[in-house]
């Protein structure tokens, strides 16, 4: 599905303070709407808002979650009329969901959008989008004969910390489409904007698959153990590096064409099966056997499978070949550790 959103226009745009209910702190709610009349205003509240959004990475609605959401997108698109109820809606809605003591505080913007472009097709789009730090700056004011200082408050334009924009598509399964974005920690409250509040999750598309199928890869590797024993640093780098090559030369994703190329061993295989099918049911991604690997994917697989061998502060080892071709052993005189690496030729 390819999105445009280079052409879309703020037909309505409201702030509301949506503070902490867990902290006891206000929620403020604006009586009227934010004009945006200025141009150039608008083309910086195009690189705020809808920059940060990977127009290649579709959400769709849970079932279970994010009705409200869901229907206020939905009331807004039928008449634009609703947008200043449904901006009070999902405000009120937000500090009501905001009961976890690290959720934090801040501004939301509710954003009515004309002109988004999905296909051929012009569509509707809501915008739901929070920052959570208002900074302090110095302005400059030219007068005759001096320039003076003020402080002023306000938000940086390269902050966003939360997004989302609801588009007027259906999905197959009769919600709405979405994307989304979030910059929180994802040890404190990464999964609160997205699932909690939006209801939100990706749609089990070719790129999320293939993507999803690497990250638990990457994870497997990083853990790695036969027994009790952990796998071997070389062993670890070697299984990256002929990842990275499957996903370079691989048309589609076979598991037994994986197991075979990368993961070799029947020892590693056998871990390899049970860590899948447990990440999988945690994560409820569909069989990912027989997926097209789109482009998107084998570039990114060339980024997250770095075969390195990280040696002290002193030594990096980048492994691109068989692990036979290594060797790592113990020195006693020295008392320290040594790798010995064979070769042909040297380039």
């Not at 959400?59 to 229907?71: A, H, I, M, P, S």
């Not at 400059?140 to 003020?150: A, R």
């Not at 409250?189 to 990706?202: I, K, P």
């Amino acid at each position: 599905m390819l999105i445009d959103l280079t052409k879309a226009e703020i037909a309505s745009l409201i702030i509301h303070r949506v503070g902490s209910s867990y902290l006891g702190e206000e929620l403020v709610l604006s009586e009227k709407e934010t004009p945006v009349h200025d141009e150039e205003l608008a083309g910086a509240l195009y690189h705020f808002f809808l920059k940060p959004l990977d127009t290649r990475a579709l959400y769709q609605f849970q079932k279970d979650k994010g009705r409200t959401v869901l229907e206020a997108a939905r009331s807004v698109f039928a008449s634009s009329k609703q947008f200043y109820k449904v901006s009070h809606t999902l405000a009120k809605y937000l500090y009501h969901v905001s009961s976890h003591p690290k959720i934090k505080s801040g501004d939301l913007y509710v954003v009515h959008y004309q002109g988004v472009r999905v296909g051929d097709e012009e569509v509707e789009g809501l915008g739901i989008f929070k920052t959570e730090h208002r900074d302090r700056f110095v302005t400059l004011q030219e007068k005759p004969q001096t320039i003076s200082l003020s402080l002023a408050e306000g938000i940086l334009l390269h902050k966003l910390d939360k997004g989302c924009l609801v588009l007027n598509v259906p999905s197959d399964n009769d919600t709405l489409f979405s994307l989304c974005v979030d910059k929180s920690n994802p040890l404190n409250d990464a999964a609160f904007w997205r699932e909690e509040f939006l209801g939100l999750e990706r749609v089990p598309d070719e790129r999320y698959i293939s993507e999803s199928f690497q990250e638990m890869v990457k994870i497997f590797t990083e853990n790695a153990r036969l027994g009790d024993v952990p796998l071997e640093p070389a062993r670890k780098a070697a299984i990256l590096s002929r990842s990275a090559d499957f996903f370079k030369e691989a048309p589609v994703l076979d598991n037994a064409l994986f197991e075979q190329n990368v993961l070799q061993e029947p020892a590693i295989i056998e871990e390899f099966r049970d860590f899948r099918r447990s990440y999988e049911e945690a994560f409820r991604l569909p069989p990912a056997d027989g997926v097209e690997i789109p482009l998107e994917s084998r570039k990114s697989a060339q980024r997250k499978f770095k075969s390195v061998i990280k040696l002290d502060k002193n030594f990096h080892i980048y492994i691109h070949g068989p692990e036979h071709l290594i060797e790592r052993g113990f020195d006693e005189s020295r008392g320290l550790h040594y790798y010995k690496l064979y070769f042909e030729t040297e380039q």
